[in-house]
Every structure is written in structure tokens, then in C-alpha cells.
């Protein structure tokens, strides 16, 4: 019933800028943590930025300056700003979320399911002359 769907991903030359966004749908109770995570093929997934319902962020250190993360909480959407593009930074780039669906609904009253990780299917980033 959850979904995770990224958007705002292409092709863009060194030092330009992209935003991605990712939006949840579905029942959902509460999300408490959102983030991006990028991979390159053959080699393991990383972490990009993450933030909190409550608005703490954490950055890898190689895109902390560059990449901003920001979250609407009503929306269900987390955004990656990405500017002073790298070839480096040509990946995957996946949305994640720490969440709680709603198995149902009662009376308008939210029914729990278990916590559980979530992911997107990805966004091509493509940074090249």
C-alpha cells in the first residue's frame, strides 16, 4: 500500500544543479525518518543525507556544502537540492523512509502496522560534459 516514488533526476553538466523530490502515498501513520541514498553499479549503497520528522539532518561528508535536504511533513515529501554537480556524483539516487503504515482505517481512526524501511525505485543522475 506504501509508495516511495523519486522524480527530478537527468542529465546535467559539472556544476549545474538538480533537485530531486520524493513523495510517499498510501496509509501511513507516521514517517520519522526520510532520506537519500545513491549507488553507483558494482559498488555499495551510501548514504547522501537523511533528516528527521523534527528537522535534524545528517550529511555524508563529501556532499555535505553541496546537497540540501529539506522536508514537507504535510506532503510527505523530502527534496534533495544538489548543486556544484561532480561526475562523481553519477548514481542512483534512491528516496528512504522509516515509517509506520496504516494496515487499515476505523471510524477515520489509523490502524498500525509495524515500523518498517521503505524504498523508492530510484532517480538516474547523470553529471557529464
Known amino acids: 500500500q506504501v509508495q516511495l516514488v523519486e522524480s527530478g533526476g537527468g542529465l546535467v553538466q559539472p556544476g549545474g544543479s538538480l533537485r530531486l523530490s520524493c513523495a510517499a502515498s498510501?496509509?501511513?501513520?507516521?514517517?520519522?525518518?526520510m532520506g537519500w541514498y545513491r549507488q553507483v553499479p558494482g559498488k555499495q549503497r551510501e548514504l547522501v543525507a537523511t533528516?528527521?520528522?523534527?528537522?535534524?539532518?545528517n550529511y555524508a561528508d563529501s556532499m555535505k556544502g553541496r546537497f540540501t535536504i529539506s522536508r514537507d511533513n504535510a506532503k510527505n515529501t523530502v527534496y534533495l537540492q544538489m548543486n556544484s554537480l561532480k561526475p562523481e556524483d553519477t548514481a542512483v539516487y534512491y528516496c528512504n523512509a522509516d515509517l509506520r503504515p496504516c494496515i487499515t482505517t476505523v471510524q477515520n481512526i489509523c490502524v498500525m502496522g509495524p515500523k518498517g524501511d521503505y524504498w523508492g525505485q530510484g532517480t538516474q543522475v547523470t553529471v557529464s560534459s
Open positions: 498510501g496509509r501511513i501513520f507516521s514517517i520519522y525518518v
Open positions: 533528516m528527521t520528522s523534527g528537522g535534524g539532518t
